[in-house]
């Protein structure tokens, strides 16, 4: 069966630090993959996805992600943080047929000032 | 557009009791999905369909219907709530089967006692 691991639970952070956060999935096949945000109360909002194509993505507010296919892995990266980026992401992949996805188990980020 | 919405917002149900979680969509989407969301461990689909007039199972069914009572809305039932099914509970569409994203609802806040 499919499956995401995330292996930061906790990541807490100064404002203007690099960030990373790890993502592996495990399938063989045909894979798409998400960053999603929740900001504290807020419901998941898109960060990113990388269905085929340049494997470095670029999503909303100066994140990216690289898909590396030899390692399974998507990992999540903001090179200066700040304190609004303070919220759970979680990193998903679909392999396409119906769309279901399979979330992480999330990263919780705190940045502090 | 309103996008996705959850109603209730907030419930509280006495073990035993049953209730429905409705979902709305005005995006013209076609697959819907619902899942929840425990602390540790992401979100997990409970049901999807990826067309009106069918449903399919996800990873965490047991103890859930669902009905799609048209392309619009997509509603969740508990027969007999148990405290197990205390979680925060997400509505997501998405365009259809395939390399779509998925668009979230604000959430249902479901508390068993």
């Known amino acids: 069966a499919q499956s995401v691991s995330q292996h930061n639970h906790h990541v807490i952070l100064s404002e203007a630090a690099s960030l990373e956060l790890g993502c592996n999935y495990s399938?063989?096949?045909?894979?798409?993959l998400f960053w999603y945000v929740q900001y504290p109360g807020q419901h998941l909002q898109l960060l990113l996805k990388y269905f085929s194509g340049d494997p470095l993505v670029k999503g909303i507010k100066g994140f990216e992600a690289e898909f590396i296919k030899s390692k399974f892995s998507f990992n999540l990266r903001k090179p200066s943080v700040q304190w609004s980026d303070t919220a759970e992401y979680f990193c998903a992949a679909s392999t396409g047929t119906a769309s279901k996805l399979t979330f992480g188990t999330g990263t919780r980020l705190q940045v502090t000032l | 557009n309103a996008g996705v919405t959850q109603t209730p917002k907030f419930q509280v149900l006495k073990t035993g009791q049953s209730m429905t979680l409705q979902c709305a969509q005005d995006m013209n989407h076609n697959s819907m999905y619902w899942y929840r969301q425990d602390p540790g461990m992401g979100l997990r689909l409970i049901y999807y369909s990826a067309s009106e007039g069918t449903t399919d199972k996800g990873e965490v069914p047991n103890g859930y219907n669902v009905s799609r009572l048209n392309k619009r809305e997509f509603s969740l039932r508990l027969e007999s709530a148990a405290p197990s099914q205390t979680s925060v509970y997400f509505c997501a569409t998405c365009r259809g089967t395939g390399s779509y994203e998925q668009y979230f609802g604000p959430g249902t806040r479901l508390t068993v006692t």
């Open positions: 399938y063989g096949g045909t894979v798409n």
